[in-house]
Protein backbone atom coordinates (compact mmCIF):
# COMPACT_ATOMS: atom_id res chain seq x y z
CA UNK A 1 0.00 0.00 0.00
CA UNK A 2 1.70 3.36 -0.94
CA UNK A 3 2.07 6.14 1.77
CA UNK A 4 -0.63 8.17 0.42
CA UNK A 5 -3.36 5.68 0.80
CA UNK A 6 -1.94 4.64 4.54
CA UNK A 7 -2.29 8.13 5.40
CA UNK A 8 -5.39 8.18 4.11
CA UNK A 9 -6.82 5.40 6.03
CA UNK A 10 -4.94 6.43 9.31
CA UNK A 11 -6.53 9.71 8.81
CA UNK A 12 -10.16 8.21 8.74
CA UNK A 13 -9.17 5.76 11.93
CA UNK A 14 -8.61 8.88 13.73
CA UNK A 15 -11.63 10.46 12.66
CA UNK A 16 -13.80 7.40 13.22
CA UNK A 17 -11.42 6.54 16.86
CA UNK A 18 -12.70 10.43 17.68
CA UNK A 19 -16.51 9.99 16.38
CA UNK A 20 -16.36 6.88 19.20
CA UNK A 21 -18.79 4.31 19.46
CA UNK A 22 -21.99 6.16 19.80
CA UNK A 23 -21.72 7.03 16.14
CA UNK A 24 -21.55 3.16 15.34
CA UNK A 25 -24.71 2.27 17.36
CA UNK A 26 -26.46 5.11 15.67
CA UNK A 27 -25.28 3.75 12.42
CA UNK A 28 -26.43 0.25 13.45
CA UNK A 29 -29.42 1.22 15.27
CA UNK A 30 -30.82 2.61 11.48
CA UNK A 31 -29.25 0.15 9.21
CA UNK A 32 -30.38 -2.88 8.35
CA UNK A 33 -26.80 -4.33 8.55
CA UNK A 34 -25.94 -6.82 11.32
CA UNK A 35 -22.10 -5.89 11.01
CA UNK A 36 -21.70 -1.89 11.69
CA UNK A 37 -17.98 -2.55 10.90
CA UNK A 38 -18.09 -4.30 7.55
CA UNK A 39 -20.79 -1.92 6.38
CA UNK A 40 -18.33 1.61 7.57
CA UNK A 41 -15.23 -0.99 5.89
CA UNK A 42 -16.84 -0.60 2.60
CA UNK A 43 -17.99 2.71 2.66
CA UNK A 44 -14.33 4.03 3.44
CA UNK A 45 -12.86 1.74 0.84
CA UNK A 46 -15.30 3.20 -1.56
CA UNK A 47 -15.03 6.65 -0.24
CA UNK A 48 -11.27 7.09 -0.61
CA UNK A 49 -11.13 3.78 -3.41
CA UNK A 50 -9.09 1.72 -1.46
CA UNK A 51 -9.87 -1.92 -1.34
CA UNK A 52 -11.69 -3.72 1.30
CA UNK A 53 -9.62 -6.20 2.35
CA UNK A 54 -6.81 -3.32 3.16
CA UNK A 55 -9.20 -1.09 5.17
CA UNK A 56 -9.96 -4.27 6.90
CA UNK A 57 -6.66 -4.99 7.32
CA UNK A 58 -5.73 -1.63 9.37
CA UNK A 59 -8.96 -1.97 11.34
CA UNK A 60 -7.71 -5.56 12.21
CA UNK A 61 -4.55 -4.06 13.42
CA UNK A 62 -5.85 -1.19 15.21
CA UNK A 63 -7.61 -3.63 17.36
CA UNK A 64 -4.50 -6.10 17.99
CA UNK A 65 -2.48 -3.24 19.50
CA UNK A 66 -4.97 -1.86 21.49
CA UNK A 67 -5.83 -5.32 22.78
CA UNK A 68 -2.18 -5.85 23.14
CA UNK A 69 -2.15 -2.26 25.36
CA UNK A 70 -5.22 -3.74 27.20
CA UNK A 71 -3.62 -6.60 27.85
CA UNK A 72 -0.18 -5.18 29.32
CA UNK A 73 -2.02 -2.52 31.16
CA UNK A 74 -4.15 -5.17 33.14
CA UNK A 75 -1.00 -7.57 33.76
CA UNK A 76 0.69 -4.24 35.16
CA UNK A 77 -2.07 -2.94 37.40
CA UNK A 78 -2.61 -6.64 38.54
CA UNK A 79 1.02 -6.13 39.39
CA UNK A 80 0.76 -3.18 41.65
CA UNK A 81 -2.19 -5.14 43.65
CA UNK A 82 0.47 -8.12 43.57
CA UNK A 83 2.96 -5.28 45.13
CA UNK A 84 1.05 -3.66 47.54
CA UNK A 85 -0.32 -7.04 48.78
CA UNK A 86 -4.10 -6.98 47.67
CA UNK A 87 -3.65 -10.14 46.12
CA UNK A 88 -0.93 -12.92 45.67
CA UNK A 89 1.38 -14.04 42.77
CA UNK A 90 -0.44 -16.91 41.83
CA UNK A 91 -4.08 -14.99 42.43
CA UNK A 92 -2.95 -12.59 40.23
CA UNK A 93 -2.22 -15.65 37.44
CA UNK A 94 -5.30 -16.91 37.71
CA UNK A 95 -7.21 -13.42 37.38
CA UNK A 96 -5.65 -13.43 33.59
CA UNK A 97 -6.04 -16.24 33.13
CA UNK A 98 -9.88 -16.01 33.75
CA UNK A 99 -9.62 -12.73 32.04
CA UNK A 100 -8.26 -14.38 28.93
CA UNK A 101 -10.47 -17.11 28.98
CA UNK A 102 -13.93 -13.92 29.50
CA UNK A 103 -12.04 -12.69 26.28
CA UNK A 104 -12.02 -16.07 24.18
CA UNK A 105 -15.62 -16.63 25.31
CA UNK A 106 -16.58 -13.48 24.55
CA UNK A 107 -14.69 -13.00 20.97
CA UNK A 108 -16.56 -16.57 19.79
CA UNK A 109 -19.77 -15.30 21.17
CA UNK A 110 -19.62 -12.06 19.13
CA UNK A 111 -18.45 -14.05 16.34
CA UNK A 112 -21.39 -16.31 16.26
CA UNK A 113 -23.96 -13.25 16.81
CA UNK A 114 -22.54 -11.45 13.88
CA UNK A 115 -25.49 -12.28 11.58
CA UNK A 116 -27.89 -11.31 13.87
CA UNK A 117 -29.39 -8.77 15.85
CA UNK A 118 -28.12 -8.12 19.61
CA UNK A 119 -31.60 -8.75 21.97
CA UNK A 120 -30.24 -5.87 24.38
CA UNK A 121 -32.22 -7.11 27.29
CA UNK A 122 -30.79 -10.75 27.00
CA UNK A 123 -27.00 -8.79 26.37
CA UNK A 124 -27.68 -7.30 29.47
CA UNK A 125 -28.92 -10.44 31.89
CA UNK A 126 -26.06 -11.97 30.36
CA UNK A 127 -24.07 -9.47 31.59
CA UNK A 128 -25.27 -9.80 35.08
CA UNK A 129 -24.92 -13.33 35.17
CA UNK A 130 -21.24 -13.63 34.05
CA UNK A 131 -21.07 -10.65 36.67
CA UNK A 132 -22.11 -13.04 39.12
CA UNK A 133 -20.39 -15.99 38.25
CA UNK A 134 -16.74 -14.21 38.02
CA UNK A 135 -17.50 -12.71 41.56
CA UNK A 136 -18.13 -16.22 42.91
CA UNK A 137 -15.25 -17.70 41.48
CA UNK A 138 -13.42 -15.10 42.75
CA UNK A 139 -14.90 -15.94 45.88
CA UNK A 140 -13.67 -19.59 45.73
CA UNK A 141 -10.22 -18.43 44.98
CA UNK A 142 -10.27 -15.79 47.68
CA UNK A 143 -9.85 -12.48 45.68
CA UNK A 144 -12.07 -9.92 46.48
CA UNK A 145 -13.07 -8.62 43.42
CA UNK A 146 -14.04 -5.19 44.41
CA UNK A 147 -10.62 -4.37 46.12
CA UNK A 148 -9.05 -5.27 42.67
CA UNK A 149 -11.18 -3.98 40.02
CA UNK A 150 -13.37 -0.98 40.84
CA UNK A 151 -17.34 -0.86 40.25
CA UNK A 152 -16.87 1.07 36.85
CA UNK A 153 -14.54 -1.45 35.47
CA UNK A 154 -16.85 -4.54 36.24
CA UNK A 155 -19.82 -2.73 34.52
CA UNK A 156 -17.92 -2.54 31.14
CA UNK A 157 -17.98 -5.71 29.85
CA UNK A 158 -14.72 -6.96 32.33
CA UNK A 159 -12.62 -6.37 29.43
CA UNK A 160 -11.01 -3.24 31.24
CA UNK A 161 -8.19 -3.60 34.07
CA UNK A 162 -8.12 -2.83 37.64
CA UNK A 163 -7.27 0.86 38.29
CA UNK A 164 -8.24 1.31 34.08
CA UNK A 165 -11.24 3.99 34.81
CA UNK A 166 -10.15 5.99 31.43
Same mark, same amino acid.
Given at each position: ????????????????????????? &?? &??????????????????????????????????? @???????????????????????? +??????????????????? @?? =?????????? %???? =???????????????? =??? /?? +???????????????? @??? %??? /??
Amino acid at each position: MNKLKTSVIAGVLTTVGTVGLVGVS &AH &AATTTSTDPQSDLISKIAKKFNLKSDEVKQVFDDA @HKEREAERSAKLSENLQKKVDDGT +ITADQKTKLEAKFKELKTK @HE =AEREANKSSK %PDRA =AMKQKMESERAELKAW =ATQ /NG +IDLDRVMPAPAMGMGM @HRG %PDD /NQ
